[in-house]
T-cell receptor
């Protein structure tokens, strides 16, 4: 079955510290992957995406993610967290061969930033 | 340019009432998606449109849920005889094509009492 796992439900980091949010997927088809961020009461904002090519992708707000096919992972990183990064983060996976674009989302990771 | 818009932003319904949720996609986007997000969960796929054609409705939880996009632009998600378990945020997304970046609206928060 297709699934996306975000093992950490809640993470707290100090402002200025580095961050890594984990994402593992189980998918039969060749995947494409996204990270979205959601602030309270808001929709999902795209942080970055991987379709093909370079497995290290850069996104907005200083975020990056690395696609590791052998580990079925797409972890999100940021070298120095800002207080405004506190939000909920979702990893999502789709199939490049799909004709309907259905995305499977993880459960989300809530990021809290300590001053 | 304008992003995806949804209305209403909040909807309170009594159990058994019918509701209609509207989505205005980004102009020119062929693909339109509806997702349901329960509290504390990630979004779950409901249905997909390519222009006016509903190509995938595998995620609709019951026959009380119905979606349409008659002119290939605005879409409406209708829920008949609402139940408490329908309480969730309903997200709409649009994209240039099926396997393209999906841009999400702010969602409609539905509470069924």
């Amino acid at each position: 079955a297709q699934s996306v796992t975000q093992p950490d439900i809640h993470i707290t980091v100090s402002e200025g510290a580095s961050l890594e949010l984990r994402c593992n997927y189980s998918y039969g088809a060749t995947p494409y992957l996204f990270w979205y961020v959601q602030s309270p009461g808001q929709g999902l904002q795209l942080l970055l995406k991987y379709f093909s090519g370079d497995t290290l992708v850069q996104g907005i707000k200083g975020f990056e993610a690395e696609f590791k096919r052998s580990q079925s992972s797409f972890n999100l990183r940021k070298p120095s967290v800002h207080w405004s990064d506190a939000a909920e983060y979702f990893c999502a996976v789709g199939a490049r061969s799909s004709n309907t674009g259905k995305l499977i989302f993880g459960q989300g990771t809530t990021l809290q930033v300590k001053p | 340019g304008a992003g995806v818009s949804q209305s209403p932003r909040y909807k309170v319904a009594k159990r058994g009432q019918d509701v209609a949720l509207r989505c205005d996609p980004i102009s020119g986007h062929v693909s339109l998606f509806w997702y349901q997000q329960a509290l504390g969960q990630g979004p779950e796929f409901l249905t997909y449109f390519q222009n006016e054609a509903q190509l995938d409705k595998s995620g609709l939880p019951s026959d009380r849920f119905f979606a349409e996009r008659p002119e290939g632009s605005v879409s409406t998600l209708k829920i008949q005889r609402t139940q408490q378990e329908d309480s969730a945020v309903y997200l709409c997304a649009s994209s240039l094509g099926a396997v393209e970046t999906q841009y999400f609206g702010p969602g409609t928060r539905l509470l069924v009492l």
